[in-house]
C-alpha cells in the first residue's frame, strides 16, 4: 500500500462546477498536510496548508480526518485555471528528520 | 525575495556519462532537498541536505549522490547515467514544514 494514495482522475467538470479530491495517508504518526498544485511541466507549487479545524482560502477549502486518515480540498466555482496536478502531502517525523511524502497527484481539468 | 533557483534548466547526457545539477535555496533556508520526477510519475524523493549534511536518502542507488556548501547551495550528482535516470529534477528548499520547490531541471539521457 502505499504511504499517500490519490486517485489520478482526470476529473473533467464544467466551469464553475464544484470538485472534491481525498487522498489517504498510511502513516497515523503524520503530523502536517498540505495540498500542492503542479502545472503541466512545471515544478510544485505550495497551494495551502491543512488544518485538523479544517482551512479556506478563497475558493479552496481543506480538511484534516484524523481519524480515518484521509485530507480532502474541495475547489467551489471552478476556473478555467483551476486545471492542473493536485498533490497531497503528508508530513512525519523519522530518525532522519522531517519526511514528506507526495501522492501521485490527481488530475483536474476544467472545461467550458 | 529570490525563490529557489537550479542550474541548468535542461540537461542531455548519453548513457553513462555523469551529470550535475545545482540548486540554491531560498535566502535563510539551510535544508535542501532533492526529488526525481520522472514522465507520468509521483515525485520520488532522493536526498536531504541540511546544514552540510546529509540528513537521510531516499531508495536510490549510490550513483546518485550529492553535497551542499557553506552557502547552503546544493549539488546533485548522477554517475554512471542509465537512460530511466530521464527525469524532472526538483529541488526545494524548507520552511517550518512546507516545502518550496525550484523550476526543476530536465535530464534526458540518450
Known amino acids: 500500500r502505499k504511504e499517500v494514495e490519490q486517485d489520478p482522475g482526470p476529473f473533467n467538470v464544467p466551469e464553475g462546477a464544484t470538485v472534491a479530491f481525498n487522498c489517504t495517508y498510511s502513516?497515523?504518526?503524520?503530523?502536517?498536510f498540505f495540498w500542492y498544485r503542479q502545472d503541466c511541466r512545471k515544478e510544485p507549487k505550495l497551494l495551502m496548508s491543512v488544518y485538523s479545524s479544517g482551512n479556506e482560502d478563497g475558493r479552496f477549502t481543506a480538511q484534516l480526518n484524523r481519524a480515518s486518515q484521509y485530507i480532502s480540498l474541495l475547489i467551489r466555482d471552478s476556473k478555467l485555471s483551476d486545471s492542473a496536478t493536485y498533490l497531497c502531502?503528508?508530513?512525519?517525523?523519522?530518525?532522519?528528520?522531517?519526511?514528506?511524502?507526495f501522492g501521485t497527484g490527481t488530475q483536474l481539468k476544467v472545461e467550458l | 525575495e529570490a525563490g529557489v533557483t537550479q542550474s541548468p534548466t535542461h540537461l542531455i547526457k548519453t548513457r553513462g556519462q555523469q551529470a550535475t545539477l545545482r540548486c540554491s535555496p531560498i535566502?535563510?533556508?539551510?535544508?535542501v532537498y532533492w526529488y526525481q520526477q520522472a514522465l507520468g510519475l509521483g515525485l520520488q524523493f532522493l536526498l536531504w541536505?541540511?546544514?552540510?549534511?546529509?540528513?537521510n536518502r531516499g531508495n536510490f542507488p549510490p550513483r546518485f549522490s550529492g553535497r551542499q556548501f557553506p552557502n547552503y547551495s546544493s549539488e546533485l550528482n548522477v554517475n554512471a547515467l542509465e537512460l530511466e535516470d530521464s527525469a524532472l529534477y526538483l529541488c526545494?528548499?524548507?520552511?517550518?514544514?512546507?516545502?518550496?520547490f525550484g523550476p526543476g531541471t530536465r535530464l534526458t539521457v540518450t
Open positions: 502531502v503528508a508530513v512525519g517525523v523519522t530518525g532522519g528528520g522531517n519526511k514528506l511524502t
Open positions: 535566502s535563510g533556508h539551510t535544508s
Open positions: 541536505y541540511d546544514e552540510g549534511e546529509e540528513r
Open positions: 526545494a528548499s524548507t520552511g517550518a514544514y512546507e516545502q518550496y
Open positions: 502513516n497515523s504518526a503524520s503530523q502536517s
